[in-house]
C-alpha cells in the first residue's frame, strides 16, 4: 500500500494536541487525510493550537477523548498520552490501529534516518550528529523528542535527506515499520518506571528501536554502558560498538588523550579529548557515539573535529544561567530523572544547593546520596515528588521544601555564598508545574536573570 494510500480519505483519529499531535494532524491534512483530534484539556488552556486548527479547518473535540475517536480508520497518539486510557483500551477492544506519531511520519520520510536513543544525552548526541552532518554538507533535519516533532519535517526531506531523530520510548510504543538506517542506543539506567512498570519493560522498548532493522542497518551500542554490555538485544542489523576506553575493536574510542575512529579497520585521529568544547566523561560518550555515526556516512574527521571544538552544548542541560553576587547557577531542567542528576554532580566541582524535584517517575532517589557527597550543601524539594525526596535524602543531606521555583531559587541565593553553584536538576517530569522541562529551564534562568538586575540595582543604590 502507498502512502496515499494509507493517509489520503482516511480518517484519522489523534489523541493528544501538544506538539507532535498537531503536527500529526497537519501533516495528514497536507496529504489528504481527514485528521480529528482530541485533548483531555480544557479548550482555554489549547489558545494556540485551536487557532491553528479552526484556521487549517480541522475539526477537534477538548475536554475529554468521546466516542467519535472509535469511528476512524486508525489512531495516532502523542507520546505524551499514556497507553492505558480508557479510549486507548476501548480502540484496542474493537481492534482499532493505534500507531505513534514516529511510525505515521516515518510512512513520509524518503530520506535515511538516524534514530537516537537512550536514557541521557539523547538531546545533545542528536544535536551534535545533526551539526556535524550540516557541515559536511547533508540535507539535514534535527527532530524527533528534541522539540520539532518528526511529522514536522517528514514530508519535507527528500531521497538525499538525512533526518536525525532523537526517539523515546513513549514513542517506541506504539510503532510497527519504523526502520532507522543507523540506530543508536547511548545508555540505560531506570527512567519512566510510572509509565512503563518496571526497568525490564523500560529496556524491551528502547530495544524496539531496532526491530525493523535488516542486514544493510547499522545499531551502534555503547560497550562502557553495563546493561548494554550484556543485553541480548534480537537485530538483524550489523551491530557495532563505541566506547571511551582504549578499546581497538569499537569504532570509536579514546586513547592517549584522542578520541579515535576505527572506519573499515583504519583507526585515525579524530581529536584531543581536551579539544572537546562540551566537558565531562558523558559528553565523551556523546561526541564517540556521534563520531561512529558520521564515518558510517564517510564523513571526514577533519569535519567532525571543527563542530566538536565549537559545539556550545544544549539548552537545558548543564547551561550556564548566570552569576550573581559570585554565586553560579546552571540550568539542567532537562535532568528529568535521577541518573541525569547524578552525571550534573559528577561535573561540579563547586559545593552545590540542588533544586530537586517535580513529578515522580518512579526511580528511587538513593544514587544521589553517592554523587552528592562532598559536593551538595543544601536540597530544596519542590513538586509533587518532594516528600519522597526527604524520605530518601533528608538523613543525607539538609533538605528543606518549597512551594515553588522561585522560593527555591531565592531561598537557594540566600543560603549560597561566592564561589558556591545553585543547580537546577530536578530529577523529575515538569508536569505539575509546568508545560515541559523547556518552561522550567526558561522560568529559572528569567529568575536569575531577575536576581541579577536586582543586585545590579542595589548596588547603584549603595553607590
Known amino acids: 500500500m502507498t502512502v496515499e494510500e494509507k493517509i489520503k480519505g482516511r480518517k484519522i483519529g489523534i489523541i493528544g494536541m501538544a506538539r507532535s499531535g498537531l503536527a500529526a494532524a497537519l501533516l495528514a491534512k497536507r496529504f489528504g487525510g481527514l485528521p480529528f483530534i482530541s485533548d483531555s484539556a480544557r479548550e482555554e488552556l489549547l489558545a494556540r493550537q ?3 486548527l479552526k484556521r487549517e479547518e480541522i475539526p477537534f473535540e477538548t475536554g475529554g477523548h468521546t466516542e467519535q475517536l472509535l469511528t476512524r480508520d486508525f489512531l495516532i497518539v502523542s507520546p505524551g498520552v499514556p497507553p492505558h486510557i480508557d479510549i486507548l483500551v476501548k480502540a484496542r477492544q474493537r481492534g482499532l490501529p493505534i500507531f505513534s506519531e514516529l511510525e505515521f511520519a516515518f510512512w513520509i520520510c524518503r530520506g535515511r534516518i538516524i534514530a537516537i536513543t537512550g536514557s541521557n544525552g539523547k ?5 551534535l550528529v545533526g551539526e556535524i552532518f550540516k557541515a559536511a554538507g547533508f540535507e539535514t533535519f534535527v527532530c524527533g523528542n528534541i522539540g520539532q516533532p518528526f511529522a ?10 538525512v533526518a536525525v531523530v532523537e526517539v523515546s520510548t513513549f514513542q517506541l510504543e506504539a510503532m510497527e515499520n519504523f526502520q532507522p538506517h543507523i540506530a543508536a542506543i547511548l545508555n540505560l539506567t531506570p527512567d519512566h518506571i510510572d509509565r512503563h512498570g518496571s526497568f525490564e519493560a523500560y529496556k524491551q522498548l528502547k530495544y524496539r528501536v531496532t526491530e525493523n532493522q535488516t542486514a544493510g542497518d547499522f545499531l551502534l551500542l555503547n560497550h562502557d554502558d553495563p546493561e ?5 538485544i534480537s537485530t538483524r542489523a550489523k551491530v557495532l560498538k563505541f566506547s571511551i576506553q582504549p578499546d581497538e575493536n569499537a569504532r570509536t574510542f579514546v586513547r592517549d588523550g584522542w578520541l579515535w575512529s576505527n572506519y573499515e579497520n583504519e583507526p585515525v585521529m579524530v581529536i584531543k579529548t581536551a579539544d572537546i568544547n562540551i566537558p565531562g566523561e558523558h559528553n565523551l560518550q556523546n561526541a564517540a557515539a556521534a563520531v ?7 564523513i571526514a574527521p577533519e569535519v567532525m ?13 548543564l547551561e550556564k544561567a548566570g552569576t550573581v553576587a559570585g554565586v553560579t547557577f546552571i540550568n539542567d531542567s532537562k535532568a528529568t530523572n535521577v541518573d541525569s542528576v ?23 532517589y538513593d544514587p544521589i546520596s553517592h554523587f552528592g557527597r562532598g559536593r551538595i550543601k543544601g ?22 521544601f518549597a512551594d515553588s521555583l522561585e522560593e527555591a531559587v531565592h531561598r537557594c541565593f540566600e543560603m549560597a555564598l561566592p564561589g558556591e553553584t545553585v543547580l537546577l536538576s530536578p530529577g523529575c517530569a515538569s508536569f505539575d508545574m509546568f508545560e515541559n522541562f523547556e518552561h522550567r529551564g526558561k522560568v529559572f534562568k528569567a529568575m536569575v536573570e531577575s536576581l541579577r538586575k536586582n543586585k545590579k540595582k542595589d548596588e547603584n543604590l549603595q553607590n
Open 379 to 400: 536540597i530544596l524539594a519542590i513538586g509533587e515528588a518532594r516528600e519522597k525526596i526527604f524520605n530518601c535524602l533528608g538523613q543525607t543531606f539538609p533538605t528543606q
Open 50 to 52: 485551536v487557532e491553528i
Open 152 to 161: 514536522d519535517i517528514a514530508d519535507k526531506v527528500t531521497e538525499k535527506g
Open 292 to 298: 561512529a555515526m558520521a564515518r558510517l556516512f564517510a
Open 342 to 364: 547524578c552525571v550534573a554532580l559528577k561535573a561540579m566541582s563547586q559545593p552545590v544547593y540542588l533544586i530537586l524535584g517535580g513529578r515522580d517517575k518512579g526511580a528511587g
Open 228 to 232: 548494554i554490555r550484556v543485553a541480548q
Open 305 to 317: 573535529q571543527k563542530v566538536l571544538k565549537e559545539f556550545p552544548g544544549v539548552e537545558h542541560r
Open 123 to 127: 538531546t545533545t548526541t542528536t544535536t
